[in-house]
């Protein structure tokens, strides 16, 4: 049986991440799949989301026993600019131990990627990179030095060695192109998505899920998933949601996510009664939470768990951005005026009022377009052809 390797410097195995799936699916698949990463769990701290730096019980075995995927953690030696520093003898060892058949470096620019790029020849298997990089998170004062010494002293080896690179978004393929000067013909685009199986319209999820947080059944719920912080726009969704609870007394919103800080309290403060907020959740706890709700709403930004409630045939509202826009071209979802509360209540209130079956066609839409290009049955299958070749499974 064929093995597959993935290598990533950061790993939380409850969390809804591309390589969470991806390496589930590699052994639905029919390889055996594996991951290295460091035991640092320092992005999830930072965010709020977890408060130490472990992991709660036997999150890695639990992993394992659900996907047959196993983990290897290395400690990180230190972290520099978000990057963890991994001992490179001990990632070999591991390498050695379970000899792969191909590996799947999850980054471009972290320092595990930059070793195995500069010495990509040496392990004589095929080797993939992705990346999730855009112009918008590359931006700090060292960000500029540091893709011109890129350019200059790793994409040649990228260059001869013809690696290929699987971008995640067309804007992270423009980024590569353009600022990281990686060649086109090297960068393919295999979009993100989300678990359809895990996401799906369950019946008795909806009902375990209303008893549990005591919501009635003609009560329209509204949900958020994600970090509470300003660039998502949560204040925005508070309130205008107390505008539709005035009008419409039979709402309430689910807030799931981690935050702190002013802005943080200031949401706290201003919500009503009827805001239910919720701390992170394991994407088993978040398909629950999804078939609770009516519509799901991000007011700012784009996010990935988009993927997760269409796949729940949830109606979507989204801020009018470009990829918004592209995202709800299907009749999936609708978007609202970036920086209007009162537009975004108006929009709330429309899928409310909405008759049942437009509702119902409108999220049967977003899961139609979901297990046809963003379910990772599909995205692995990409990345799998990639690693070992067109129909080599």
Known sequence: MRKILHIEDNFHPCMGYQLNYL???????????Y?????????????????????????????????G???????????????????????????????????????TETITAIYFIINYKKYGIPIVFDSHMIDKASINKFSNLFYRLYSKLIVPHIKKNKI?????????????INKVKVPK????????????????????????????????????????TGKISSNKKVLYLIEA???????????????????????YNEVLRKASANVIFLQTKSIEELSVLYNVADCAVWPGASSLSFYDAQATKLPVILENIDINIERTKYNNGICYLQESINDLSEKMILIVQMKEDERVKMGEKGRNEVEAKYSYKVISKKFEGHLFGKNII
């Open 23 to 33: 390496a589930k699916c590699d052994v639905i698949n029919g390889y055996m799949a």
């Open 35 to 67: 991951i290295i990463s460091s035991n640092s769990f320092s992005p999830w701290m930072a965010n709020g989301f977890i408060e130490k730096n472990y992991l709660y019980g036997d999150d890695d075995y639990n992993f394992t026993e659900k996907t």
């Open 69 to 107: 995927v196993k983990i290897f953690r290395i400690k990180s030696l230190k972290r520099i600019s978000g990057r963890e520093i991994l001992n490179v003898t001990n990632v070999n060892r591991i390498i050695r131990e379970i000899n792969p058949n191909g590996i799947i470096i999850h980054g």
């Open 164 to 176: 290929k690179i699987i971008a995640v978004s067309e804007a992270t393929q423009e980024f590569l």
């Open 185 to 224: 013909e090297q960068v393919y685009v295999i979009s993100l998505g989300t678990d359809t199986e895990m996401f799906a319209k369950n019946e008795h999820k909806r009902i375990k899920g209303r008893k549990e947080y005591n919501i009635l059944e003609n009560e329209f719920v509204y949900i958020y």
């Open 241 to 263: 949601f107390n505008k539709v609870h005035a009008q419409l007394n039979n709402t309430k919103l689910l807030v799931v996510g981690s935050g702190k800080g002013e802005y």
